[in-house]
């Protein structure tokens, strides 16, 4: 592990990250030595700081050692996490104006490969996101929403989950975000109120603007889904995994075919 760039094993107790999780990350593939979309996830995490009144500068001394750490492998995950730092009296952000970055090393999950060729089974969490706008979007350091989901998950038989908020809406899966097609059309949730913008989502959707390719980020209850002929979830660790079925609230279960997304499992890895 990194802290502003030196060797470290554990960090101040006092630190915003543990007291508040005040912070945001972003997580990121590593090929050969290289930061897959580096350039989108540095602009992430100056937008996510920008947002939280996270003064961070140190940008360049912490690219340079996402490099340096990339580097020392062949294929990894690494994760970057900006703190405000120490300081401040209870919640206020006063007075802690130290930022500070970690990196850390982690192996990468090797049955996303599994996902990527066979597909994955979903069903609908009963944990429901918040709405917020003033952090939707943003991969911040608050995810005890996604800790319950996981939790939940993991007594279940499936790979996956849909998240619903609480109206009802589609936002995104346990582990990335989601995209179906009908009618000619592709689809993905909007972002304005809960959930995280992935670099891969926007990947994506960069990717159907160049093609011509239609897409509309909405907002859909779960029955939009099941009128879909194809869905499949994206990160930017695994790429694009097809979904095979989906078991809804109702009980009603669906079957997806994958044809216009192995199209574009190929078609993004050229983009």
Request: charged letters at 20%.
């Amino acid at each position: 592990m990194i802290v502003n760039g030196s060797p470290a094993t554990q960090l101040d107790i006092a630190d915003r990250a543990t007291q508040y999780g005040d912070g945001c990350f972003t997580t990121m593939l590593v090929k050969d030595g290289t930061v897959e979309y580096w350039q989108a996830h540095l602009t992430r995490l100056k937008t996510s700081c920008e947002r939280l009144f996270i003064q961070f500068t140190a940008w360049d001394d912490l690219t340079s050692n996402v490099f340096a750490m990339a580097q020392q492998g062949s294929s990894c995950v690494l994760k970057v996490l900006i703190s405000r730092g120490s300081g401040g009296r209870g919640y206020s952000p006063e007075g802690a104006n130290q930022p500070i970055y970690i990196i850390s090393e982690h192996p990468y999950p090797s049955h996303y490969d599994d996902w990527q060729a066979s597909g994955i089974e979903l069903n609908v969490s009963r944990v429901a996101l918040a709405k917020q706008p003033l952090l939707a979007g943003i991969k911040h350091l608050n995810r005890l929403e996604q800790v319950l989901i996981k939790h939940e998950l993991a007594n279940d038989a499936f790979q996956d989950c849909i998240v619903l908020d609480t109206d009802g809406v589609i936002v995104e899966s346990s582990v990335g975000n989601i995209f179906w097609y009908h009618d000619n059309v592709w689809y993905t949730p909007s972002l304005h109120f809960s959930g995280v913008e992935g670099v891969m989502r926007n990947h994506v959707v960069d990717y159907f603007s160049a093609n011509q390719i239609t897409i509309h980020q909405c907002r859909e209850t779960q029955e939009a889904i099941q009128s879909a002929s194809e869905v499949f979830v994206c990160n930017s660790l695994m790429g694009i995994v097809p979904v095979s079925a989906i078991e809804f609230s109702d009980g009603h279960r669906a079957y997806y075919l994958h044809d216009r997304t192995r199209e574009l499992q190929m078609g993004i890895d050229d983009y």
